[in-house]
């Protein structure tokens, strides 16, 4: 009777071993690869660290049906036993199971801690989340995709990462004499009445909407570098609906000053201006734009109701406590979610020193002018300073184009800003271009790229855009 018995267990182990096991291997195994393919081809799950750790989860977890499961089912099922007949899955099957067991809960865990102190109203325990997590998402992730993009750390969002390449909207159109075309053409009236330059120059059209959609729809590029000075905010708008790219899908940068005034309140309502011009309910990246009320090439100093930031009133003025004023503002913008990330421009080791001695968080971009001339006589102590903080630094003006307070004074009053990049002519990048076989530019970009630094064009040439993507992601032989 036991003999009966034990045979009729042995029997009902075996089928449903068979009709149980098997489709509850193929399920887990199909459910496990969906799994690895959905958090590596979602840009949502790909800028997050939780994502990463699923993924591992997910691959251990069908190694585990694999080395497991199946190996359980030939032997109970069909009386099949690999390990009889090979010590190395013997072997393999012995550590693999107990391992993957482990790193599966491991897994698991850190994900769930990952989200708890992401979704956490505490602002320093949001930072736990990144850092190292990031960059082992980062190399995880650039297996699968081509797409260039670098993690923010400091103020920004766990996962959010910076598009490599992007397009600065101010401005477009207008012919310069005598350094020939640079796009610096606002297209809209200059909102602020204070400005006594008034609305643009005659002639020029809503070229910032063109711009923006031949960059999203034609070009494919992601990432918008904007700022409320550019007076162009709702071409921008404009040319984000006519692309038709869904907004989840799109990077926008901005920044608040220099011709508006800076200050506590006034950071605030210029971006609150700012999300209603740009018709979205967040920005990506928001920079305070320069770390003054008035940068040189400025004909007017706005006027700001923060004391700090009050230059009438000598007094209660102090640039150091403006910066921290406006910076404190920003970390406001941040914790509220009206900016994914918050970060600066033009700032100098010293401004960037102020924010760690005021014991802040500090930002997670700074973006400066950067190229060979400037590199030796300052950029490079700013870059090393940069990287040890975290700070991702952002280029502009990569050929060496000056701003306008950088322009001779018998130039700047006639709507001249810009200048033929002198650095395609150096003897010393052309000889380099040749050696190389490659553009004079594409020798600058390298080199930029090179550094770990990130920049952003301002020109639509589909030549040019070629030539930075095969310049920037190949290596020079």
Known sequence: MSTSLGESLAFIAQKACIYFGIPLLIVGTLGGLLNVVVFLSLRTFRESSCAFYLTIMSIVNVGQLITGLLVRIMITGFGIDWTQTSLIICKLRYFIIPIAAL?????????????????????????????????????????????????????????????????????????????????????EPHDDPSDPLGPPPPGCGPNSQKAVYTWLSKAGGRRLDCANSYYNHRSVARGIEQSHVDRSQIFILSKVGPTFPLGFNETIQQTLDILQQLQTGWIDLLLVHWPVMKHPGQPYVPKSSDPACNTTNPLTYNEKGCRLSTWSAML??????????????????????????????????????????????????????????????????????????????????????????????????????????????????????????????TQLDKQHLLAFNNTTYSTFT
């Open 103 to 187: 790193i599966s809960f491991t897994s698991i865990t850190l994900a769930t801690m990952d989200q708890y102190f992401a979704t956490s109203f505490r602002r320093r325990w949001q930072e736990w989340t990144n850092t190292r997590n990031i960059r082992a998402s980062r190399r995880l992730k650039s297996l699968f995709t081509d797409v260039p993009s670098f993690p923010l750390f400091n103020s920004a969002e766990a996962g959010l990462s910076l598009p490599a390449l992007g397009l600065g909207t101010g401005f477009y159109g207008m012919e310069n004499e005598p350094y020939g075309m640079y796009p610096e053409c606002g297209d």
């Open 332 to 457: 406001v913008l941040f914790n509220l979610g009206l900016a994914r990330s918050i970060g600066v421009a033009n700032y100098d080791i010293t401004h960037l020193q102020e924010i760690i001695d005021a014991g802040l968080p500090l930002p997670s971009v700074n973006q400066v002018s950067f190229h060979p001339y400037n590199y030796r006589t300052g950029r490079a102590d700013l870059l090393e300073f940069c990287q040890k903080n975290q700070i991702q630094l952002v280029a502009y003006s990569p050929m060496g184009v000056l701003d306008v307070h950088q322009f001779p004074v018998e130039h700047q009053n006639k709507g001249t800003t810009g200048l033929s990049p002198t650095l395609l002519e150096d003897p010393v990048i052309t000889s380099l271009a040749k050696a190389y076989n490659r553009t004079p530019a594409q020798i600058l970009l390298r080199w930029i790229y090179q550094l770990g630094i990130r920049k952003h064009k």
